[in-house]
């Protein structure tokens, strides 16, 4: 169970009973309407601030995947396949409502497993989950196919199309944001008529566990929402293997992206890929640097820059530079550093040793390569016994550098001066990765200019890492294919069929 060093966390933080309660035993697999412990292996629930064991979950196995695809099939093949557009158009809906009513312990099963600011998972993570569910809840009645007339068939015929949902969906979930991306690809999933089976990373599955628990409690048929719990190589892999699935929806990185991509087609499944970013900003000479500098700030150190679409590379004007770097360097300095429980946070712990250990090594890969420290971490730093790692950048960055090449999925900002828009055009496309790109000017015809220059599938001006349920989310390159949320989401879990009908014979 829990160390003391959580239960003390939690008492100097006021976690509510209810969440201590469901985080404070053996966490299963969610199979079949029930949560359900098939092995006594477990894996370790660390918790990041405080870096003791929370808990331990089901370490899974295929055998577990086998049981929850065989029940995904089951209720598609039964009652959730049988249920009109409309009733399915109102459990999402109930659904939506349960977790507003849940919506403070979400909130803290967030904080808890990613180690985020509990404030950022308010206002943030679960309304905009929230949001997207209610969001596709109304496209259930509208997935229409088409009637047609033929062009070049001989006599008269009768042609149309039925769209039909595509089947089971393995939906595989990063740690960054696990309630949020679920809900991305649960929605429109479910809005569809398809069946899911979920793997939540196994460093982040306790809001999972819960929505599947809340999707029981208000009336999802058995198999409908389905969490099997294990290792990536393990549960991952054998969901892109499995010939139960009918579709892959996989968020993480590149690296392993590719590998379940692999796999996923030799069984031919639909696939949708949001990997990596190394998202470029353009800041020109016409920019509000009020504006500009708040935006890279929030843009690169939300979430303590564990982001997949992190603007991490800065091209700034060289009129605008110094004035702009001097922004940075007082906005990084100023940000609350502490506790994800802790309401006044914004720099919180990584969510693993492992991971901040990755970070580190990133960081003292600049210095050794030439960049100029600004502000944060030095070489060899991040002395820190609670797992956060300062606001750091680096200026005189180039393409040379890995803090220019590599997503560094941390709080790591590099910033470089460009004399050229056509030279920061350039440098910006000149990634693998094509994600997402800011630009920060007052100038409409810049901006728009530079929006279609670009390579990349997200385009946030005088923002960033804006996100709303109507508008699609993926990217280029490196960055995978497909896309999450918005109309443009709801084919990949469809599949239309075509009817010929022969009149007059």
């Known amino acids: 169970m829990m160390q003391q060093a959580v239960a003390d966390y939690f ?8 969440v201590v309660s469901f985080v404070d035993r053996p966490i299963g697999h969610f199979i079949d309407g029930r949560e359900t412990v098939a092995t006594a292996d477990r894996i370790d629930l660390v918790e990041p601030f405080t870096r003791s064991r929370l808990t331990g979950v089901v370490n899974g196995t295929a055998a577990d995947v086998d049981m929850a695809v065989a029940s995904a099939r089951g209720a598609l093949a039964g009652p959730w ?4 557009a409309l009733d399915r158009q109102k459990l999402i809906l109930r659904l939506a409502a349960a977790m507003e009513t849940d919506a403070d312990v979400l909130a803290h099963l967030e904080a808890i497993g990613v180690g985020k600011a509990i404030s950022d998972a308010r206002l943030i993570d679960v309304p905009g989950s929230i949001a997207n569910l209610e969001y596709f809840a109304g496209w259930t009645s509208k997935l229409d196919g088409r009637t047609t007339n033929a062009v070049a068939l001989p006599g008269e015929s009768f042609t149309y199309t039925i769209k039909e949902p595509v089947g089971v969906v393995a939906a595989i979930v990063p740690w960054n944001f696990p309630l949020q991306i679920l809900s991305w690809k649960l929605a429109a999933a479910l809005a569809c008529g398809c069946t899911v ?17 809340l999707a029981s409690k208000v009336g999802f048929p058995d198999g409908v929402i389905n969490v099997v719990n294990g290792y990536g190589h393990v549960i991952g892999q054998a969901l892109a293997s499995h010939r139960g699935i009918d579709k892959l929806s996989f968020t993480g990185s590149t690296r392993v992206g590719t590998s379940v991509g ?5 069984t031919m499944k639909r696939l949708t890929l949001e990997l990596g970013g190394k998202s470029p900003v353009i800041v020109t000479g016409k920019a509000d640097l009020d504006i500009a500098a708040s935006a890279i700030l929030v843009g690169i150190f939300m979430n303590s820059g564990q982001v997949c679409d992190a603007g991490s590379r800065v091209y700034a004007d060289a009129s605008i530079h110094e004035e702009l770097l001097a922004r940075l360097r007082t906005g990084a300095e ?5 506790a994800g429980l802790d309401p006044n946070s914004k720099i919180t712990p990584l969510v693993s040793s492992a991971h901040r250990s990755s970070v580190l090594q990133h960081i003292d890969a600049a210095h050794a390569e030439g960049a100029v420290l600004v502000t944060g971490e030095g070489s060899g730093g991040g002395g820190r016994e609670d797992g956060i790692l300062q606001p ?3 200026d005189q960055c180039s393409e040379k550098m890995g803090i220019f090449r590599e997503e560094i999925f941390g709080p790591v900002l590099g910033v470089s001066r460009v004399n050229t828009l056509d030279d920061a055009v350039e440098r910006a496309n000149s990634s693998i990765y094509g994600l997402a790109a800011a630009i920060y000017s007052d100038s409409v015809d810049e901006t728009i200019a530079l929006s279609r220059r670009l390579k990349a599938g997200n385009i946030y001006i005088n923002a960033h890492g804006l996100v709303d349920p109507t508008m699609p989310f993926g990217g280029l390159g490196a960055s995978g294919f497909g896309k999450d949320m918005g109309p443009e989401q709801l084919d990949g879990f469809l599949s239309t069929k075509s009817v010929y009908v022969q009149l007059n014979r």
Do not use: Y
């Open 197 to 213: 089976v979920c793997k939540p990373s196994e460093l982040t599955p306790l809001s999972a566990m819960r929505l599947a628990h």
């Open 334 to 338: 100023d940000m609350p550093i502490g």
């Open 392 to 394: 750091t950048i680096f």
């Open 81 to 84: 396949g049988k249920m009109s």
């Open 11 to 18: 008492a100097r933080f006021g976690v509510p009973m209810e």
């Open 262 to 266: 692999k796999t996923a087609l030799e």
